[in-house]
């Protein structure tokens, strides 16, 4: 079975995009104020609205297959690939990918995928944007299922050999850390993790880091007050290497992470992106001396690592050297949805937790295929998408997992 017709329209990703370095080196950074110019390549202004591609495959038997292409919130950092314009990319989608989508037997994915996300003689051996590759995946994805007239986690099921989950996987709801009402809905709706409630510049985290011990022990107490009877989440906090710039020497920051410990009590409690390195095998060794010292001061904080662990080759590395307790499968800049699948399945065998994440610039529609590859790897955990409005988030990627376990063998692929 092949496409009919391909169709490429702009429209708005779940949130916005912010260069990441101007906002770190700056101390008069106001979010809601253009006050500092930004430092990145390609950024105009230092926070800009997000921007999709929805690619829509027209099958033969009148179905539409659809991927979004997406990038992260915080895009060209940490060797990511450029922020994503939209209509700089459509040029090359009509005149270069659209021929080539037009010969993929649509009855695969993996083979599809891997070619869509390799290297193109038509571009000098060069890769299309992981964002393009992200969302040309998901389309293709979406048309084998349809094919087969199954569900995406079946087809992801079959061609790598796993079993599907039964129930959803946990998900962790990103909140604004200044929006108790929301954090009250996540209590009330009982998630299996919260708050995220990225903390971005130093100055987040306060003196000495007492905001962020301080929030983190309201957010205990407001899980114990509000909770129903046997809720217990685990709770989990997106610091983007501000612990790390205040505490630069890892002795100390694991004595901040102690106290940051008995503020979560009695919850479990992990940390994402401690420190922000300035390369990648900085990162990894620091990390990995960090939570060596955890172990031996017996501080029970996981370690989840983000930033410059941004493709399957770099999560290999990092769960190679075991530098961490979780990784983040940052979906959108691993390209080829693939290559996602091959991460989880990939740190389930070296014994490394990992968070089928993305971001909140992602769409509803990557939102769903992420359900879909979860179902079928059973990462540790995923993080709530699109946007950080956290109902939406937890409910379509929910919704999604209940609809599909339902749908899973009910169907069986018919003869093309």
Same mark, same amino acid.
């Given at each position: 079975?092949?496409?009919?017709?391909?169709?490429?329209?702009?429209?708005?990703?779940?949130?916005?995009?912010?260069?990441?370095?101007?906002?770190?080196?700056?101390?008069?950074?106001?979010?809601?104020?253009?006050?500092?110019?930004?430092?990145?390549?390609?950024?105009?202004?230092?926070?800009?609205?997000?921007?999709?591609?929805?690619?829509?495959?027209?099958?033969?038997?009148?179905?539409?297959?659809?991927?979004?292409?997406?990038?992260?919130?915080?895009?060209?950092?940490?060797?990511?690939?450029?922020?994503?314009?939209?209509?700089?990319?459509?040029?090359?989608?009509?005149?270069?990918?659209?021929?080539?989508?037009?010969?993929?037997?649509?009855?695969?994915?993996?083979?599809?995928?891997?070619?869509?996300?390799?290297?193109?003689?038509?571009?000098?051996?060069?890769?299309?944007?992981?964002?393009?590759?992200?969302?040309?995946?998901?389309?293709?994805?979406?048309?084998?299922?349809?094919?087969?007239?199954?569900?995406?986690?079946?087809?992801?099921?079959?061609?790598?050999?796993?079993?599907?989950?039964?129930?959803?996987?946990?998900?962790?709801?990103?909140?604004?850390?200044?929006?108790?009402?929301?954090?009250?809905?996540?209590?009330?709706?009982?998630?299996?993790?919260?708050?995220?409630?990225?903390?971005?510049?130093?100055?987040?985290?306060?003196?000495?880091?007492?905001?962020?011990?301080?929030?983190?022990?309201?957010?205990?107490?407001?899980?114990?007050?509000?909770?129903?009877?046997?809720?217990?989440?685990?709770?989990?906090?997106?610091?983007?290497?501000?612990?790390?710039?205040?505490?630069?020497?890892?002795?100390?920051?694991?004595?901040?992470?102690?106290?940051?410990?008995?503020?979560?009590?009695?919850?479990?409690?992990?940390?994402?992106?401690?420190?922000?390195?300035?390369?990648?095998?900085?990162?990894?060794?620091?990390?990995?001396?960090?939570?060596?010292?955890?172990?031996?001061?017996?501080?029970?904080?996981? *370690?989840? %690592? #983000? @930033?410059?662990?941004?493709? +399957?080759?770099?999560?290999?590395?990092? =769960?190679? /050297?075991? $530098?961490?307790?979780?990784?983040?499968?940052?979906?959108?800049?691993?390209?080829?949805?693939?290559?996602?699948?091959?991460?989880?399945?990939?740190?389930?065998?070296?014994?490394?937790?990992?968070?089928?994440?993305?971001?909140?610039?992602?769409?509803?529609?990557?939102?769903?295929?992420?359900?879909?590859?979860?179902?079928?790897?059973?990462?540790?955990?995923?993080?709530?998408?699109?946007? *950080?409005? %956290? #109902? @939406?988030?937890?409910?379509? +990627?929910?919704?999604?997992?209940?609809? =599909?376990? /339902?749908? $899973?063998?009910?169907?069986?692929?018919?003869?093309?």
């Amino acid at each position: 079975m092949y496409a009919s017709e391909i169709q490429f329209v702009v429209g708005l990703s779940g949130y916005f995009v912010k260069d990441l370095q101007a906002v770190r080196q700056s101390p008069t950074y106001d979010p809601l104020v253009d006050n500092i110019p930004p430092q990145t390549p390609g950024f105009k202004s230092v926070v800009q609205a997000g921007q999709a591609i929805s690619i829509l495959l027209h099958l033969p038997n009148g179905t539409i297959a659809v991927g979004d292409c997406a990038d992260v919130i915080f895009s060209g950092a940490a060797s990511r690939d450029p922020l994503f314009v939209a209509e700089d990319h459509l040029s090359i989608l009509e005149s270069v990918v659209k021929p080539r989508l037009l010969t993929c037997d649509l009855t695969q994915f993996r083979e599809n995928a891997i070619i869509m996300d390799g290297p193109w003689p038509e571009l000098q051996q060069g890769k299309l944007h992981s964002a393009v590759r992200y969302g040309i995946t998901q389309a293709l994805l979406a048309a084998t299922a349809l094919a087969h007239r199954c569900t995406m986690a079946e087809i992801i099921s079959r061609e790598w050999g796993t079993a599907l989950s039964h129930h959803p996987i946990d998900i962790l709801a990103s909140c604004h850390r200044n929006d108790h009402l929301q954090l009250d809905r996540m209590i009330m709706k009982r998630v299996p993790m919260l708050p995220h409630a990225s903390f971005v510049h130093v100055h987040d985290i306060g003196p000495a880091g007492k905001t962020l011990i301080d929030y983190t022990q309201t957010v205990s107490q407001r899980v114990q007050e509000r909770g129903s009877p046997g809720y217990h989440p685990r709770l989990h906090f997106d610091v983007y290497g501000t612990i790390g710039d205040l505490f630069p020497d890892n002795a100390s920051l694991a004595s901040f992470l102690a106290q940051l410990q008995r503020s979560a009590q009695p919850y479990d409690l992990l940390i994402e992106s401690p420190i922000i390195a300035p390369t990648q095998s900085e990162q990894i060794r620091r990390l990995a001396d960090l939570r060596q010292l955890l172990r031996m001061r017996s501080i029970h904080v996981q *370690i989840v %690592a #983000d @930033e410059w662990c941004n493709t +399957l080759e770099d999560i290999r590395k990092f =769960a190679d /050297a075991g $530098a961490v307790d979780y990784v983040q499968i940052k979906m959108p800049d691993l390209g080829g949805v693939h290559n996602s699948i091959d991460a989880v399945l990939y740190c389930q065998d070296k014994g490394v937790g990992c968070c089928l994440g993305g971001s909140a610039n992602e769409t509803d529609v990557s939102a769903r295929v992420t359900a879909h590859v979860a179902l079928a790897t059973k990462p540790g955990f995923l993080l709530s998408k699109p946007g *950080i409005g %956290a #109902d @939406e988030g937890v409910m379509i +990627l929910t919704n999604e997992m209940l609809r =599909a376990s /339902a749908l $899973a063998g009910r169907t069986r692929p018919h003869k093309l």
